[in-house]
């Protein structure tokens, strides 16, 4: 069975220059599409992907990155709009670079779609009710 699953990869370190995700594509066969990548000022690398394959490979790959000291942190369930703080005021909807929020033109309620979110962060700063939530 075919899976495609985004997912949140932090290097540590001393992985900051191996080629780690070259190695998921030659080893173990997978696909990946670079969302985000980004090396923080402690150096820890941090990269969103969609990784695609069989789910086989998928998990030996993501066998071999926590082997490897990678950790791992899937995208879809971490953020969440919590309704009972929303205010529809819309400003995540400017700052978010995926377009993750709707504006319903009817009801002016906001939407929020996960599967659209690479977790950059911007919107939990920006919500002036900090209504957007984030869970390890
Ligand atoms: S910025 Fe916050 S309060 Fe405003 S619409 Fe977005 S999630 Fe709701
Ligand atoms: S973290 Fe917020 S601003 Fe960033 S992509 Fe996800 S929803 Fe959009």
Same mark, same amino acid.
């Given at each position: 069975m075919a899976v495609s699953k985004r997912i949140v990869l932090h290097f540590p370190r001393r992985l900051v220059d191996r080629p780690i995700v070259y190695r998921l594509i030659k080893d173990y066969n997978l696909e990946f599409n670079i969302l985000k990548a980004s090396v923080t000022p402690e150096e820890e690398g941090l990269m969103v992907i969609e990784l695609s394959g069989e789910q086989q490979d998928y998990d030996k790959g993501i066998r071999y990155l926590t082997a490897n000291g990678v950790r791992i942190q899937s995208l879809s369930q971490d953020f969440i709009l919590n309704e009972q703080r &929303?205010?529809?005021?819309? /400003?995540c909807i400017t700052i978010c670079p995926t377009g993750a929020f709707e504006l319903d033109?009817?009801?002016?309620r906001v939407y929020f779609?996960?599967?659209? &979110?690479? /977790? &950059?962060?911007?919107c939990i700063k920006a919500c002036p009710p900090r209504a957007m939530e984030v869970h390890f």
């Open positions: &929303c205010t529809h005021c819309g /400003a033109p009817v009801t002016r779609d996960n599967e659209k &979110c690479i /977790a &950059c962060g911007l």
